[in-house]
C-alpha cells in the first residue's frame, strides 16, 4: 500500500488496514465476522462493530499499539479556516519514534481525530517497512562485499 492509498482510505476499509497492518490481527478463521488476535489466541472485535476511525476508545487501542511498537502518537487540532463550514475543524496526527530503528516521524490529515490517528499508524507502518527494506538491501551488500572479499 502507498502513501497516497492510505490517505485515500476511509470507512470499513480503513479500520480493516489498520487492524491487519497496525494491530496485527486477522479474520477470523472459525468465525470470519470478527478480528483474530494470533499472539494472545483469542477474538478480539466483531469486524462490522470495531471502528477505529470513529471511535475513540478504538482508536486509543491503536495508539497503545503503537506505544507497544516504541511509537509516540500525538494529536494536533487546528482551527477552521475562513472558507471552511462553520465548525469544521482539521486535524493532524503524528506518530513518531526515538528507536535507531524506526524511521523519522510521520503525519497524516483527518476529518475525525481518530481518523487521523488511524492514518499516521499505517503511515508509520509503510515507513518502519521501507526502512527495514533498506537495512536488508544494505546487509545483504555487505555481506556480498565482504564475501567477495574472502575469495
Known sequence: MTRDE?????????????????MGWEH?????????DGPTERYTHPRCTWQ???????????VEAMRAKGYDVILEMFAPHES???????????ADSD?????PDVNAPGHTAP?????????AML?????NQ????AELADKEAADGNES
Open 6 to 22: 492510505i490517505l485515500a482510505l476511509t470507512g470499513p476499509e480503513l479500520d480493516a488496514a489498520v487492524a491487519t497492518e497496525v
Open 28 to 36: 477470523g478463521h472459525a468465525s470470519p465476522d470478527w478480528w483474530w
Open 52 to 62: 477505529p476511525h470513529l471511535r475513540w476508545d478504538h482508536a486509543g487501542e491503536v
Open 84 to 94: 471552511d463550514a462553520p465548525g469544521k475543524f482539521h486535524f493532524h496526527a503524528w
Open 99 to 103: 528507536l535507531v530503528d524506526c524511521p
Open 115 to 123: 481518523e487521523a490517528i488511524c492514518r499516521a499508524a499505517l503511515l
Open 127 to 131: 515507513a518502519e517497512r521501507s526502512a
Open 134 to 137: 533498506v537495512l536488508k538491501c
